[in-house]
């Protein structure tokens, strides 16, 4: 007969010369020490990520929210503090700023006013006429879809030549008949006809990314609610008017907040194109804080800038509470 070996149990005595058996911690098991591993490791693949956004986000724009309170020309050692003074001269208060932060703000509003509008009205049919193409649809949606891939400030400067007095849409309005539209100044040089025609170049470069998220909510819905429309006697308009366009309601608030912030921040067609001329007729804040920022030598001016920039960021928050605000109450 054959007995277990006995398990020896570590003891310890203690100041009073007692013995007791010694608590030993058991090492954890195999599993646990995986994951823990693999936590590391995630840790360890992302932390650069972290890194690098603490310092090119974070960092950068905590500077940019101290800078707004104080004037500086990036090259003096010493900001000088100026608390709101910034905000105020924007505003109401600096006879040279204000006023052209007022002129600046209402060609503003009107890009913002037109520009969404007119991509929703161009790229929404545009989708529902590609979504019924059955041949050559991938080809079409890559010819659409080209003015947002291709270089913009290429595509911009190719704009300025066919824009000029003796360019492509004068040619062409002249070999028309129709010379009397012709703009001896070219369509960028008039006054009247400048901000109409970058809202045109603005929503040309707009439409292709609001028709494929149009394409996208098109191809999710059910296609049994478009026949049943169908055989209730709809034509193509009631189809699309009071079936499809209510299912693409979300679609049409992320089109429209999407281009109101571009048209709000986007600065760069109007300083390829036109630099804000002729006058100020087509300077808009972005350009502004532009210039504020990098077009005036070695004027303190980056403080105003920082501010303008600011004030932009908060309109834009509110406008995107107010488009989610609406969103949710009609969805």
Do not use: C
């Not at 045109?200 to 990314?209: I, R």
């Amino acid at each position: 007969m054959t007995t277990a070996p006995r398990r020896t149990v570590p003891k310890a005595v203690d100041e009073g010369g007692g013995i007791h058996p010694v608590r030993t911690v058991a090492a954890p098991p195999p599993h646990r020490r995986r994951r823990g591993y693999e936590a590391l490791s995630g840790y360890l693949f992302v932390a650069p990520a972290v890194v690098l956004f603490a310092v090119m986000g974070l960092y950068t724009v905590g500077y940019g929210f101290a800078l707004s309170f104080a004037t500086w020309n990036g090259f003096t050692p010493n900001w000088t503090w100026v608390g709101l003074d910034n905000y105020a001269d924007l505003l109401w208060r600096d006879p040279v700023y204000a006023p052209r932060i007022r002129h600046a703000t209402l060609n503003t509003l009107w890009v913002m006013l037109a520009a969404p509008a007119l991509t929703v009205l161009v790229s929404f049919p545009l989708a529902v006429l590609l979504n019924q193409v059955t041949r050559f649809q991938t080809v079409l949606r890559s010819v659409y879809f080209l003015p947002y891939v291709t270089s913009g400030i290429a595509v911009f400067f190719a704009w300025q030549y066919i824009l000029q007095p003796d360019g492509a849409v004068n040619s062409l309005l002249g070999s028309a008949g129709l010379g009397s539209l012709e703009q001896p100044q070219g369509w960028l040089g008039n006054p009247t006809t400048a901000m109409p025609t970058m809202i045109v170049v603005t929503v040309w470069g707009a439409v292709p990314v609001a028709m494929l998220l149009y394409l996208t909510g098109l191809q999710g819905i059910d296609r049994s609610v478009l026949e049943a429309a169908q055989l209730d006697g709809a034509g193509w308009w009631r189809t699309n008017g009071s079936v499809v366009w209510p299912l693409v309601r979300p679609i049409t608030a992320i089109v429209v907040l999407l281009n109101l912030r571009e048209s709000l921040q986007g600065f760069q067609t109007f300083l390829v194109m036109t630099n804000g001329g002729p006058g100020d007729h087509t300077n808009v804040l972005g350009l502004e804080a532009y210039r504020l920022a990098f077009l005036k030598n070695l004027s303190p001016t980056l403080g105003l800038a920082s501010a303008l920039g600011w004030i932009l960021f908060a309109a834009a928050l509110v406008l995107a509470l107010i488009n989610l605000r609406a969103l949710r109450s009609k969805t």
